[in-house]
């Protein structure tokens, strides 16, 4: 195993377990609002165990966090995109579907990620160049011929809402062909879903860093492209994220160039 992937699945599953442990006292958890979103004291302190992991094993290297959104130390080379909660509104309502997000990019490009599902114990991971494992175990991408009989995966954009009615021209336009489409609550889980085949492709908008790093390597590893709403790659300065097998998404891609307007598709 990569010697920072072991790191990184050491840091999500510490998280995790922290998490976890603290649905034994309700009382304990502390919400907040956070512009369209909300935070809780249980992911500041799983992203604090996440970062203390990390400085141990790499005193030099840069984190980049969801919740305290700083760059630590100096080494811009060695980039870890930390979420300790993607699915912090699930959490916080007692829907049992959330995942601890850890990556690192060196030099640009996403070297290793590990997505911990805590409440199923479903650990997600992909080394770049090495393919993606569930548990330990190889997976791919569903290959659907086209978009016909096909579940997608989607979010309302919740923190984008000015965008609203040309996204959900987009996503009425998918839904008529597709055969059905589902808005999870957590990006990072969409993600592996669409590397391990339970689902066939995606679309977001507005997506941070930490919310797609991950899942978007895992995806790639497991078969998937990733690209932006113009087809490029883009998609991680964007926000803008399209995914599934070619088949998938060419039309998927079509779809939002005839029913999203300029503004969406930059």
Known sequence: MHPMLNIAIRAARKAGNHIIKSLDKPDSIEVANKGSDVVTNIEKEAEALIIDIILKAYPEHCIIAAESETIQNRDTECQWIIDPLDGTKNFVRGLPHYA????????????????????RNELFTATRGSGAQLNSQRIRVSQPRDLSGT??????????????????????????????MRQSGCHALDFCYLAAGRLDGLFKINLKA????????????AGAICTDFTGNTNHLTSGNVVAGNVRVVKPMLAKIRENGSEALAK
């Open 100 to 119: 601890i997000s850890v990556a690192l990019r060196m030099r640009g490009r996403t070297e290793v990620a590990a997505i911990y599902d805590p409440v």
């Open 210 to 221: 930490w919310e797609m790093v991950a899942g978007e390597l895992i995806a790639r590893e």
């Open 151 to 180: 579940m997608l995966a989607t979010a309302v954009p919740s923190n984008a809402k000015q965008h609203t009615e040309s996204f959900m021209k987009i996503q009425q336009a998918m839904f008529v062909e597709a055969d059905d």
